[in-house]
């Protein structure tokens, strides 16, 4: 998610609108509920509707364990995610946030600066051409 308490990253949310059609890839949105807020999950769906829009909720995956999701990159700030399956079939890209700034990514992690570059068109397309070379 794109949401910091001091309000919405319009850059992002932008770039997640035109994922699908710049780069040609599927985009969903995974995201893990807190555990102790009762609200969490309807303010989650909410939050989608009202800044990426009603077709964005169908791509919204709440899941507490990401590891269990299939996919190709995940982008995420949260620095070690860890689940049960040890190697998920993702390869995760740091974003970098307030709180991991200072952190030095796991090996094989590569980390996103800023969503203004270009630097995750390129993480993506690295990961299509991988996906080709496998086929």
């Known amino acids: 998610m794109f949401l910091w ?7 992002s949310v932008n ?17 893990s509920p807190m555990r102790s807020f009762e609200h969490c999950v ?3 769906y909410q939050w989608v509707a009202k800044h990426l829009g009603p077709s964005w909720v169908e ?7 990401k590891t269990m999701i299939c996919g190709d990159l995940l982008f995420d700030d949260k620095p070690i995610i860890k689940g049960v399956i040890n190697t998920p079939s993702w390869s995760q890209i740091l974003v970098t946030a307030c ?3 200072d952190l030095k990514p796991n090996p094989g992690v ?6 203004t570059d270009g630097t995750y ?9 991988k996906l080709v070379g496998t086929s």
Request: aromatic content about 6%; glycine content about 4%; charged content about 30%.
């Open 42 to 44: 309807l303010e989650k």
């Open 99 to 101: 709180h991991n700034r």
């Open 5 to 11: 308490k001091g309000g919405v990253d319009s850059t």
């Open 110 to 115: 590569k980390r996103l600066l800023n969503w």
């Open 59 to 65: 791509k919204l995956i709440l899941i507490r364990d």
């Open 15 to 31: 770039n997640t609108r035109i994922l699908n059609r710049v780069c040609r890839v599927q985009v969903y949105i995974c995201t």
């Open 121 to 129: 068109q390129n993480y993506i397309e690295e990961a299509k051409l």
